[in-house]
């Protein structure tokens, strides 16, 4: 089981620059969710689908981040355009469901940095 | 101001010492969880509780959920090297998890 498949781990850009983050769910899983790390504020969830549809994107922090799920294996995170205080490890996880009776597996995360 | 809050938010002790960690909020939970997050990796879920006043163990790690689920504690005993990590508490509000900032804890030999 490879788990969920982040891409890139490591992205360093320059501000104003378009970024894109890519997700593969585990196999069989029907939910997916977006998550962002940083030290101020923690672990805070951006997005969350459900059968490739949005679901509650009501902690996307700005109109400058949209997230899209075309198919069941993959999903993608863009910031356009990106700016330093975007600069946060960003985690994919999904699940079989919705609940905490179905467990989120998250991914290695992305490490972003804007200059 | 955290939903959730955790003390301490760090913590270095000695190898088999004894430590408690804890996750506290205003706002009751339908449920919390625990989750452990090693540098480089996403969080590991460790456990699920649910009732008020619920207590789980995993080997040397005790969770508690509060009686009016507003609160929980994780427990290790004997600490080990390998218990070093961020430690992550997580609520259920709506369906949506809500996570704590964490506890990192150093474990040294």
């Known amino acids: 089981d490879a788990g969920v498949i982040q891409s890139p781990r490591h992205e360093v850009t320059e501000m104003g620059q378009e970024v894109t983050l890519r997700c593969k769910p585990i196999?069989?899983?029907?939910?997916l969710f977006w998550y962002r790390q940083t030290m101020m504020r923690g672990l805070e969830l951006l997005i969350y689908?459900?059968?490739?549809?949005?679901?509650?994107d009501s902690g996307m922090p700005e109109d400058r981040f949209s997230a899209k799920m075309p198919n069941a294996s993959f999903s993608t995170l863009k910031i356009q355009p990106s700016e330093p205080r975007d600069s946060a490890v960003y985690f994919c996880?999904?699940?079989f469901g919705l609940g905490l009776n179905n467990e989120q597996f998250f991914g290695p995360g992305t490490r972003l940095t804007v200059l | 101001t955290q939903l959730l809050e955790q003390s301490p938010q760090f913590l270095s002790i000695q190898e088999g010492e004894n430590l408690t960690v804890y996750c506290n909020s205003s706002?009751?939970?339908?449920?919390l969880q625990w989750y452990r997050q090693e540098p480089g990796e996403g969080p590991v879920l460790l456990v699920t509780?649910?009732?008020?006043?619920e207590v789980k163990k995993l080997k040397r790690l005790t969770f508690q959920f509060g009686d009016a689920r507003k609160d929980s504690s994780l427990h290790i005993t004997a600490a080990q090297p390998g218990d070093t990590g961020l430690y992550l508490c997580?609520?259920?509000?709506?369906?949506?998890?809500?996570f704590g900032q964490g506890t990192e804890l150093s474990v040294k030999p």
């Open positions: 689908f459900n059968n490739n549809v949005p679901i509650d």
């Open positions: 996880a999904s699940s």
């Open positions: 509780v649910v009732t008020g006043g």
């Open positions: 196999s069989g899983h029907n939910s």
């Open positions: 706002s009751v939970f339908s449920s």
């Open positions: 997580a609520g259920d509000l709506g369906g949506k998890l809500i």
